[in-house]
C-alpha cells in the first residue's frame, strides 16, 4: 500500500564485531595468564607450580612460619593463583564458542557485558572447585608418600595410573557424552536462558557448562599434576587438545588418538622401570 512503511530488518553483526568478544578476552585473559605463567616457571618460585617443599625450602617459608596456621594458609592462597591462572590460560578458550553464542543472545540488553561476565564467573567457579579437591588429593598423595618410603620409591606408578586413567577416559561413554555437549553451546543457552531473572540465569548457565565440562576434560586437567604446572610446554600441548576436541570442527576425531598415545605413555613408564 503506498504510503506504508515495512520495518526494516536489523543488521545482522558483521564478522569482525562478533568475534570481537573473544579476541578481546583472549587479548586480556589468555595471553597475560600464559605470560605469567611462563615466567613464574622460568623463576626461583617455579616449585609453588610443581607442589613441592612449601614450609622447608622455598621463599615464602618465613611467611608461613609467622602467620597463624600459615603453613596451610599461604600454600593454599599461593596454589589457587596458580590455578587460577591455568584456567584462564587454559579452560576459557574452550568457553569461546558458548561465550559468543550468549554474548550475541545479550546483544541487545544494556547489561550485555555483565552478565557475560557474570556467565564467565559461573565456568570459572567450577573450575575452582575442581582445583580445591585436586589439590586436595594430590596434597594427600605426597604426604602418603612422604611417610612411606616405599610409596615415594614407586611413586612412577601414581604418574604411570594417572596417565592410563585418562588415556582410558579417552575411550568411555562419559567422555563422548560430555564432549558432544560441550561442542553444542547452544542447548546450554537455550536451556538457561529466558531473560527473567538475568543475573541468576546467566551464572547458572556458566556453572552448568562448566560442570559439563569439567566432567570432560577433569582426566586431561590431572595429566598437569603429572607433568607439573611449571612445565609450559607440556600445558600448552594439554590445552591445545582440550581446544581442538571441543571447538574446531571435526575435533572430536582425535579423542582416539589422544587416549591412546597416553596409554602408550603410561606403558613406557612402566617398562622403565620395570
Known amino acids: 500500500m503506498a504510503g506504508s512503511t515495512t520495518p526494516a530488518a536489523p543488521l545482522a553483526p558483521r564478522r569482525s564485531d562478533a568475534r570481537r568478544p573473544a579476541v578481546i578476552l583472549i587479548a586480556a585473559v589468555v595471553v597475560p595468564a600464559w605470560a605469567l605463567l611462563a615466567l613464574w616457571s622460568a623463576s626461583p618460585w617455579r616449585g609453588y607450580l610443581d607442589h613441592g617443599g612449601w614450609g622447608d625450602t622455598l621463599a615464602l617459608s618465613p611467611l608461613c612460619r609467622a602467620l597463624p596456621g600459615g603453613e596451610i594458609v599461604v600454600p593454599a592462597l599461593v596454589a589457587g593463583l596458580a590455578w587460577l591462572l591455568m584456567i584462564a590460560a587454559m579452560m576459557v578458550p574452550t568457553v569461546l564458542p558458548l561465550l559468543g553464542m550468549f554474548r550475541r543472545v545479550v546483544a541487545g540488553r544494556p547489561d550485555a557485558g555483565r552478565l557475560v561476565g557474570i556467565m564467565l564467573g559461573g565456568y ?18 605426597r604426604s602418603l608418600a612422604a611417610a612411606s618410603p616405599g610409596i615415594a620409591a614407586r611413586a612412577w606408578l601414581i604418574g604411570a ?25 547452544f542447548g546450554f543457552v537455550n536451556a538457561h536462558w529466558h531473560g527473567r531473572r538475568p543475573a541468576a540465569e546467566a551464572f547458572r548457565l556458566g556453572l552448568d557448562h562448566g560442570a559439563f565440562c569439567v566432567a570432560c576434560c577433569w582426566a586431561l586437567m590431572l595429566v598437569t599434576f603429572v607433568v607439573g604446572m611449571g612445565n609450559p610446554g607440556w600445558m600448552l600441548a594439554i590445552a591445545a587438545a582440550m581446544a581442538v576436541e571441543k571447538n574446531l570442527p571435526g575435533g572430536q576425531a582425535i579423542r582416539a588418538p589422544l587416549g591412546l598415545g597416553l596409554l602408550a605413555w603410561a606403558g613406557a613408564i612402566v617398562v622403565a622401570h620395570a
Do not use: N
Not at 135 to 141: E, F, N, P, S
Not at 162 to 168: K, P, R, S
Open 161 to 185: 595410573g594417572v596417565l592410563a586413567l585418562a588415556g582410558a577416559f579417552q575411550f568411555s561413554a562419559l567422555k563422548y557424552r560430555c564432549l558432544e555437549r560441550c561442542r553444542t553451546p
Open 124 to 141: 570459572v567457579a567450577v573450575w575452582m572447585g575442581f582445583g580445591v579437591a585436586a589439590h586436595a588429593a594430590d596434597t594427600g598423595i
